[in-house]
Nanobody, 112 residues
Framework: VQLVESGGGMVQPGGSLRLSCAASGFTFSSYDLSWVRQAPGKGPEWVSAINTGGGSTYYADSVKGRFTISRDNAKNTLYLQMNSLKPEDTALYYC??????WGQGTQVTVSS
C-alpha cells in the first residue's frame, strides 16, 4: 500500500489549497477514505471522510463548510479542497485507509 499526499504549502488566512493523495497497492474504489491532520504538539485529528462512490461525505465541525473532500476512482486519487483557511488549520495532513495505512503527509501552514 502506498499513499502519497501533495499540495500543501504556506498560505495567508482566508486562502485556499487543494490537497491530493495518490494511492496504489490496494483496490482504491473499494474503500472509504479519510483525511487526518496533526498539528505540532497535538494528537491526530480526524478531518473528513468519503464513502467508496463519493456520494457520502463527512466533516469535523471545525472544517465543515470550508473543506470539501472528493475522490476520483479512475485515477486512484483522493482530494481535499480547503477554503477560508485559518491559522488553526496549520498541520501535517494525511490521507488514511480504514485498515490503518497513512501516507507521509503534506504540510499546510496558514500564517500572515
Amino acid at each position: 500500500v502506498q499513499l502519497v499526499e501533495s499540495g500543501g504549502g504556506m498560505v495567508q488566512p482566508g486562502g485556499s489549497l487543494r490537497l491530493s493523495c495518490a494511492a496504489s497497492g490496494f483496490t482504491f474504489s473499494s474503500y472509504d477514505l479519510s483525511w487526518v491532520r496533526q498539528a505540532p504538539g497535538k494528537g491526530p485529528e480526524w478531518v473528513s471522510a468519503i464513502n467508496t462512490g463519493g456520494g457520502s461525505t463527512y466533516y469535523a465541525d471545525s472544517v465543515k463548510g470550508r473543506f470539501t473532500i472528493s475522490r476520483d476512482n479512475a485515477k486512484n486519487t483522493l482530494y481535499l479542497q480547503m477554503n477560508s483557511l485559518k491559522p488553526e488549520d496549520t498541520a501535517l495532513y494525511y490521507c488514511a485507509t480504514p485498515f490503518g495505512s497513512w501516507g507521509q503527509g503534506t504540510q499546510v501552514t496558514v500564517s500572515s
